[in-house]
């Protein structure tokens, strides 16, 4: 008992360290694209990074790098026919699609930061911008798979193989709510409409029980991130001091936090900083939370419509834990 306190403070400050020196090394490319290049591909940079580079601790880096270089072209195209709301939705359906199905062999959580990326990097560009959006996505999904390696992180358990016949069914129900969502916040043209189609590709897992418990803790988590953010935006308004800060609580989100409340309050304390500054603050959190929302309750009304569907299908099959 005298030793648990030493040992886990031991086993702590090399995370930490890992953690700082991580921040330094990403925050210095995505300031020098930033500046010599521009803010969309600055941005898919962070992205390759933030999304593809934790990749390497539920599979192996070559999965991580698979998954980057799918997402590629994806975030290419997405860029080409981000005016399109027809277009988009299909696109980020059909890959949602793919990231369900790709949950028989156990890849779920690599493949859906595919869809993942094309929303976020969906505003409509030239085609010279949207292939540099691709190509730094993959670079940055390198970058931050090398990085990442430093960082003594336990290694979760592997995603667990589903049956074919539930990963299709699985896929489908992801196709239709974000092509659903998608085409929605992209026809109104809705300021960071993809945080819905975000929540739904995040949330919804190939088990119903897990599906309603991912919402509420996202909700959760999303709640306590953006007040948080509102109160640390109202007490700094150093712009840049709000921009280290919320560099600090992204890297955070990624490398530090285990609960999944505690790392999407992280990330939403990150996203509103980054995003919103001293005075856009309010009005970003007060947007993510409201469709961070929107996005649960509708993953919630699956979880009780889906069983329904399948009984009226199938009648006398009772649809408990997976979507089988």
């Not at 911008?129 to 670079?139: P, T, Y």
């Not at 996202?218 to 007490?235: D, N, Q």
């Amino acid at each position: 008992m005298s030793t648990t306190g030493p040992t886990r403070k031991k086993s702590v400050l090399p995370l930490v360290g890992g953690a700082i020196v991580l921040l330094a090394l990403v925050a210095v490319p995505i300031v020098a694209l930033n500046h010599f290049v521009s803010t969309g591909v600055a941005v898919a940079f962070l992205l390759g990074a933030a999304l593809f580079g934790p990749i390497r601790f539920h599979h192996q880096p070559r999965s991580a790098l698979l998954a980057a270089a799918a997402a590629g072209p994806i975030v290419a195209l997405a860029g080409l026919v981000g005016d399109h709301a027809w277009a988009l939705a299909a696109l980020i359906a059909l890959t949602a699609f793919a990231a369900g199905v790709s949950a028989q062999w156990g890849l779920h959580t690599a493949t859906v930061f595919i869809p993942i990326a094309a929303a976020v990097l969906a505003t409509p560009v030239s085609f010279e911008s949207a292939a540099g959006q691709g190509i730094a996505l993959f670079v940055g999904a390198a970058y931050g798979i090398a990085l990442l390696g430093v960082l003594k992180v336990p290694v979760p358990d592997p995603d667990r193989v589903i049956p074919p016949a539930v990963a299709v069914f699985y896929g489908a129900v992801l196709a239709v709510l974000t092509g659903i969502a998608t085409f929605v916040v992209a026809s109104v043209q809705l300021p960071h409409g993809y945080w819905v189609t975000l929540t739904i590709l995040a949330v919804v897992q190939p088990s119903l029980t897990v599906s309603r418990q991912r919402a509420v803790a996202r909700v959760a988590g999303t709640t306590v991130g953006a007040l948080l953010a509102v109160v640390f935006a109202s007490l700094v308004t150093n712009y840049d001091l709000l921009l280290g800060i919320g560099m600090i609580f992204a890297v955070a989100s990624l490398a530090l936090a285990r609960s999944y409340p505690v790392k999407i309050a992280l990330m939403t304390v990150a996203v509103v900083m980054l995003a919103g500054g001293h005075a856009g603050a309010a009005p970003i959190a007060s947007l993510r939370f409201g469709l961070t929302l929107v996005g649960g309750v509708a993953v919630l009304a699956v979880c009780l419509i889906v069983p329904v569907i399948v009984q009226h299908l199938y009648p006398g099959v009772t649809l408990d834990e997976d979507f089988a």
